[in-house]
């Protein structure tokens, strides 16, 4: 079955730290990913998706098909990425999202 | 923002009633969803169409129902078998199927 683990529910790190958050999923054949992201009272919206290979607000990632992970990466963290991340995947022409993971990002 | 929108922001369920959420979208999208959103629990797929007149169970469409009979109106009744139904829902909509999904702002329903 398709499925997609964010291991980390709370990551709190400090302004200007590198920032990682992990997705890892599982999927039979060739699965299309992407980040979703919810800042505090706005709608869900899409941060980046895989085929675009975009870097959105200084965030990226790299669809890793051997260690089945699509991990989003920031070098230098700012405080208005505070908010709630969710990675996704297409499956039947359905999204597959994960459990999401709330950054928090302190002065 | 804007495209896609729900009402009401806050609704309130007594026991034994059916309440219904609407959602419109003036994006000229062909499929529509919705979406269960708890804590901790990310969100999970109620119902989604591809297209008008037609729809499909996601994961735990046990105590809802749907009608697409607009292409821009995807409404969700939540009936009084949905014995949990506490919980913030998300409507989106897609191009296709396959492409990315633009979500409404959402709707809370608590139960009295």
């Known amino acids: 079955a398709q499925r997609v683990t964010q291991p980390e529910k709370l990551l709190s790190v400090f302004k200007g730290a590198p920032v990682e958050l992990k997705c890892n999923y599982s999927y039979s054949g060739s699965p299309e990913l992407f980040w979703y992201v919810q800042y505090s009272r706005q709608r869900l919206q899409l941060l980046l998706r895989h085929i675009s290979r975009e870097s959105i607000k200084g965030f990226t990632a790299d669809l890793n098909k051997g260690e089945t992970s699509f991990h989003l990466k920031k070098p230098f963290a700012q405080e208005e990425d505070s908010a709630m991340y969710y990675c996704?995947?297409?499956?039947?022409?359905?999204?597959?999202f994960g459990t999401g993971t709330r950054l928090l990002v302190s002065p | 923002d804007g495209g896609i929108t729900q009402s009401p922001k806050y609704l309130f369920r007594k026991e034994g009633q059916n309440v219904t959420l609407s959602c419109e979208q003036n994006l000229n999208h062909d499929a529509m969803y919705w979406y269960r959103q708890d804590p901790g629990q990310g969100l999970r797929l109620i119902y989604y169409s591809q297209i008008v007149n037609d729809f499909q169970k996601g994961d735990i469409a046990e105590g809802y129902s749907v009608s697409r009979e607009k292409k821009e109106s995807f409404p969700l009744t939540v009936t009084s078998a949905q014995k949990n139904p506490t919980a913030f829902y998300l409507c989106?909509?897609?191009?296709?199927?396959?492409?990315?999904?633009?979500f409404g702002p959402g709707t809370r329903l608590l139960v009295l």
């Open positions: 996704a995947l297409t499956s039947f022409q359905k999204l597959v």
């Open positions: 989106a909509s897609s191009i296709r199927g396959i492409e990315t999904q633009y």
